[in-house]
């Protein structure tokens, strides 16, 4: 059964503004150690991040008003087979949480869904 859906769209630009502007502070107050990693490991890095930062806006929707979490409560990587999936940090889900991310030179857009 389906509990919650989001979607969310980022533009990369925007991002690479407050990365411009913030640096790491930015990147810490958002991302977990092993996403900001992840992304660094890439040719064009703000892509990734705001295809992690749309994830976890997803994520945010998908729960709705009832959850309080932060952004590093939840952690979005790849499996060995490079499909996205998202860890929560003390949590009592008992569901899954499905992610797709894709991203391109000037957005990054993610959904996500709970199921139970």
Known sequence: MILGT?????????????????GEDFLTHIFNEEEISYAKEKKFPAQHYAARFAAKE??????????????K???????????????LKNTDLKGTILISISHTKN????NAIITS
Not at 11 to 22: P, Y
Not at 107 to 110: G, P
Request: glycine share 6%.
């Open 73 to 87: 409560d939840m952690t979005i990587l790849n499996d060995e087979n490079g499909k996205p999936h998202c860890q």
């Open 6 to 22: 989001g979607i969310d769209i980022v533009e990369i630009d925007r991002l690479q503004k407050a990365l411009d502007r913030w």
């Open 58 to 71: 997803a994520v945010y929707k998908a729960f709705g008003d009832n959850r309080t979490l932060s952004w």
């Open 107 to 110: 957005y990054a857009v993610a």
